[in-house]
Nanobody, 122 residues
């Protein structure tokens, strides 16, 4: 199994930046990639970004395109999410997840970290 630990969350003002990190360990060789998800207060969890281990391709939620950048994955053990120009609507608990099933980039995630809180003040 894959174990995941997120870090880097915090409180930032609108327009600020944060960099989240995800440390993966265990059977990462069996995973297809890593992804970031978030759960805003009182809302469902949603896909944010992903990176594929096979070709390094990345995908993003439309609302974060041009502001967030996912990187890492070369060693299958680390992934980062650089978040710039943050907005209050980006406030959420951010989770790192391992893609354990093939198919669409936003499906097939089966291992989750404990999450890290990101709060953007207006």
């Amino acid at each position: 199994q894959v174990q995941l630990v997120e870090s880097g969350g915090g409180l930032v003002q609108t327009g600020g930046s944060l960099r989240l990190s995800c440390a993966a360990s265990g059977d990462t060789l069996s995973a297809y990639g890593l992804g970031w998800f978030r759960q805003p207060p009182k809302k469902a969890r949603e896909f944010v970004a992903s990176i594929s281990f096979s070709d390094g391709s990345t995908h993003y939620l439309d609302a974060v395109k041009g502001r967030f950048t996912v990187s890492g994955g070369d060693d299958r053990n680390t992934m980062f999410l650089q978040m710039n120009n943050l907005k209050p609507e980006d406030t959420a608990v951010y989770y790192c997840a391992a893609k354990i099933q093939p198919g669409s980039y936003f499906l097939g995630y089966g291992r989750w970290g404990q999450g890290t809180q990101v709060t953007v003040s207006s």
